[in-house]
């Protein structure tokens, strides 16, 4: 797992804001199925008096398949899962895991203490866990 601090602020691609009209419709998805190809793991995000805690679940991955990004107003979580080559005769018959690079954006709309930032990856879960920065008076 890396880990890699910015000091400036994530923007990403998006399209398809406000809803689009019927004749932008296929326009803005095109645009968003190419600027994002990657799958979405799923992800819970929560908070302690202390911290923002993001849950990923990013099953049948070793550490130095993803990678953690902190940005100012961001953490981004990419990576691949390898796709699993059957042996032999063996075929499949359902394909309901997604496979290949995953991208996962986590907006931060609270400061964070940059340098105590601590991420564990358990049983499939990869914990990241953000320590609030003190509101100054």
Known sequence: MRYRRFSYRYTGIVSGINSPSQSDFWKSQIQSRFAYPQWQPPA?????????????????????????SLYENALVIQGTRSWENLQGDEHYHAVNIQYGSFHLEVPLRQKIERDRVQARY???FLYVMLPKAEVSL
């Not at 929560?46 to 993803?66: H, N, Q, R, S, W």
């Open 44 to 68: 819970d995000l929560y908070e302690t008096p202390t911290d923002l805690i993001v849950k990923a679940e990013i099953a049948g991955m070793i550490e130095e398949d993803f990678e953690i």
């Open 122 to 124: 358990d049983r499939g």
